[in-house]
Structures are given as C-alpha cells and as structure tokens.
C-alpha cells in the first residue's frame, strides 16, 4: 500500500480498490493508513490526506519540511563551492549533480512542496538542461511535462513557436512547442535550470499565452546574478549564483524564505 | 522503511542503520525484511536481497516481470497506432508518452529488469529525446547520467567530441562530452529514444571508448525499420516502428524475447 500511494502522487485511491486488492476489509484498510499517515507525517515524506464518504480514499501529496531542505540546499552549496568546478567567463560547471537520481529527487521534492494545494497541470521546461529538473517534478506532482525546442524538429509535429530576447546575449532567439503538448486552459509551471535575465524564461511565458493557458508558477535551480529589471517578475530559485572573473560564489535563492511562509506552513502541518 | 528502500535502488542498506532508525531490535528488522521481500516478490515489485552477517543488510533491486512488461508494451502499441499521431514523412508522434511520469517509470522499470545482474555505473544519452528515458531508467537503477550534445556549450567546460555518420540522413555530425562526467574504466549502458540505422548510437560508442570505458549495453524505447547492417550489433528495443507514406505499423520490439530467457527468468525468480 505505501508503494501504491507513493508511486502515485496526488492521485486518489479509492478504498474499495485497496480493498479489493488486498483482500481486506475497508476498516482495516483505514486503520492502516491511519498508522501510514502518521508514520509520513513523523518522517516528512508528506502528507496523506484521507477523504471520507463512499465516494473516498487516500491521497498522497509528497512534500518537504524546512529543515531537511535546508539541509539540501547548503549540501549542494558544498558541492557546488568546489574550486574546480569553476568555468572560464564565470560559469560553473553542474551537469554532474544534474544526473544525479538523489540530487533530483530532492530538487523535485522542493519545488512540488510550493504547489502542494495550488493546481498544476503540467510542467514546461525548455531543451536541454531544464529537462532533468522537469521531469523530477512532474514525478512528484504528478503531471506530464513538454519540451519546448529551440530546433524544432519533424517528429514534433505542427508547433507554435514565438520569439523571445535573450537577456545574457540580446540575441532574438525563438522556441517551439508541439501543438499537441498542451490543452488550452491548463496551469503551467515553467522550470528551468539558470535564469540570469529571465528572457528564456519569458519565452516560455509567452508560448504557455499562445496555448490559451496560464502560468502556475516559474521555479530555477539556480539564478545569476543581474543588474537591472528582470522580465519575470515572480519566481523561486533554489540557488544564487554570483561569478566573478575568478571566484564563485553560491549562496541560497529565495526559496526558503518564499515557501516557508507562517500560512503556507500550517497547511503543510495538517 | 518500504519507502526508504524504494527510493535506494541497488544500494546495500545494513541492518544496523534500520535498527538506529526506527530504535528497533536488529531482530525484528530482519523480520520485516522477510515480509516485505515476500510482498514485493508477490506484487512483482522486484527481489529484496538479504546480505547476512555483520556487515549485511537489505537491497532492493527493481524489476518488472514478464506479464507486466507484455501488457505495457502492448498498451504503448495502442496509443501509439492511433490514427492522428501519424505525421508527414513516416515518422510517428510520441513525445506526449515520453513526457508522462507512468510511462517514464515503466520504461525505466522494464530496462533496468535487464542489468539486475550485471553492474551499470552510468547511463548515457545525446540530447534532447533520449533524456527523460535516461533519466528513469538511472533513477531505477541509482546511477548517474549523462548528456551528450550536439551544441557544446560553455556551461559544461572541456568537452571530448566524436564525429558519426548520421545513418538516416547521411550526414557527418558531432557530438560532444563534458569531459569530467565519466570516469574511465565506467560500464556505460547507452539509451536513445529512436534508433534507426544506429549512427548516433554508434556515436555515443565512440565516446564510451573516448573516456576509455565499456558499452554494458544499447536499450532504445523505439526501432525503425532499417534495410542493411546496421553499424549497432546488439541492442534491446521495446518496440518496432515500421512507418509507410500512409500507414504506421508498431509492433514489440525483441525486447520480451531477450529479456525473458530461460536463464534470466530463473534469476528473477531468486
């Protein structure tokens, strides 16, 4: 039962299907998620939220507590902190940590404990290193993500595709989306793995307007720093990235402060 | 403790750590492994290996077993021979399948069924497609990826890059690895999306042989019908696309076939 509920994010499974699937009776199958629901609750793997009624059954909704993703977000720190990992131009190097199950899994976690009770439908990212992050997400909110492309290729189908100012290069770029990927009306968070200006970011908001849809949200792995006026105007980094011509520094993003809020915070207590 | 282990795929946890963990007697601990490995071998959720002594414990291995696997397979061949998914030029839309959690996790469960017992250290694919295939089937078996690129970009430091010949187009191409994200002497397991006269996984052999490491395997989501030898000996694929100018005939791949072997099949009945 708890794998069923954990590979299942989100997802309400009926009583009687436990039932049915165990061979048990439903009172004992409610006695056990009693037990399952506080034994989640005392770990903070999440929240199982039980719906009474004949219609009812459990939900389980993953999220992350303060303190272990605080912990998280300062071992990444660590890691990222490394002397070699340090790029000419100011970059640094985290391809590997992106390719790491564990370190996804936690990424994935954070951001979906920001939309524990605010509706998602689906997850955008655009090719090629937001992809990994996207997909850890949508695992755990359990929603389909889509890619948006720079090249749009034939095995895509028809597209819609729109033009966009990258920020770091004040280059007019473009980016195309199936036509199929998104129904119209749905709540996209857009999610990528850098923002410095925000002008990918703002492409994809543009594209998610083409789809008659809104923006749920946009969350980075890590923002750089940037002098003036951002076009994304409200967003959740996990990390800050200031680089100089010979030094690195990594410090938390918003995201603690943002996600921790007194209100937000007794919901994640029920 | 279900949970912890399904989230550690592959890694030997030992009695000890569940015994502070849950300040229970090592006894009991090991009583409970003996339940849960019997409920995931009836569920088919994978083989809980017990290592007895001092220095032992408990690791989960997933896999999928045959009827499982069959039965996805065929419900991807449904979806996939739907009339409008057929697009221009023979090719077949699928990145709504590869952009969803549940066929994700499937893919990744019914690949990794295949190095239950043969040691994996990394998964490699090229950008884009291939991507969130890579991903699962390392998160089942918790070892990292990697992405080769066509583009390489500054963000990933020195590269090594391979040129290929494109077997679908016929075309020379490049493809380039960021050098620190394999160690040499690594058992690589190359994963693509869709394979057709096997070019770019030949590409992706050249790196493996680049950062002196070995080819453990080639597992592709999708073959296409191909005339002559392909550069590719072996490989294990889910399923066979055979696309005409008005038609698309998908079929399984001769993945059940090598999978399900005699001596396999005993080993995953352990």
């Known amino acids: ?48 939220e039980t719906v009474p009624g004949a219609a009812g059954g459990a939900r389980f909704i993953p999220y992350i507590k303060k303190d272990e993703a605080s912990r998280f977000i300062d071992d990444v720190i660590t890691s ?14 985290m391809s ?21 009770h ?13 992809i990994p992050i996207a997909q850890s997400i949508a695992d755990y909110l359990n929603v389909p993500f889509v890619i948006a492309r720079h090249d749009s290729q034939i095995t895509e189908g028809s597209t819609v595709s729109v033009n966009y100012v990258s920020g770091s290069s004040s280059r007019i770029e473009k980016m195309a989306l199936s036509k199929r990927s998104l129904k119209p009306g749905s709540r996209v968070l857009i999610v990528d793995d850098f923002m410095k200006g925000g002008g990918t970011v703002g ?13 749920a949200g946009v969350a980075v792995f890590a923002e750089g720093a940037f002098e003036g006026e951002r076009v994304v105007p ?9 680089a100089t011509d010979d030094h690195v520094d990594v410090t938390p993003g918003n995201y603690l402060s943002e996600i921790y809020t007194p209100e937000r915070f007794s919901q994640l207590k029920d």
């Open 1 to 48: 039962m708890t794998r069923y509920l954990l590979e299942r994010p989100h997802q309400l499974v009926s009583l009687t299907f436990f039932s049915e699937r165990y061979e048990s009776a439903k009172s004992s199958i409610s006695e056990d998620l009693t037990i399952l629901k506080r034994t989640f609750k005392t770990r903070g793997t999440g929240l199982l």
């Open 80 to 93: 990222l902190s490394e002397e070699d990992r340090f790029l000419p131009g100011g970059y640094v190097y």
């Open 96 to 116: 590997d940590l992106l390719g790491r199950p564990g370190v996804l899994h936690q990424v994935g976690r954070l951001i979906a404990t920001q939309y524990v």
């Open 203 to 215: 492409g994809m908001q543009s594209l998610v307007k083409e789809f008659d849809s809104t923006v």
């Open 118 to 130: 605010d509706p998602v439908d689906a997850v955008m990212t655009v090719a090629t290193k937001g």
């Open 234 to 242: 409200n967003y959740t980094s996990l990390l800050r990235i200031h």
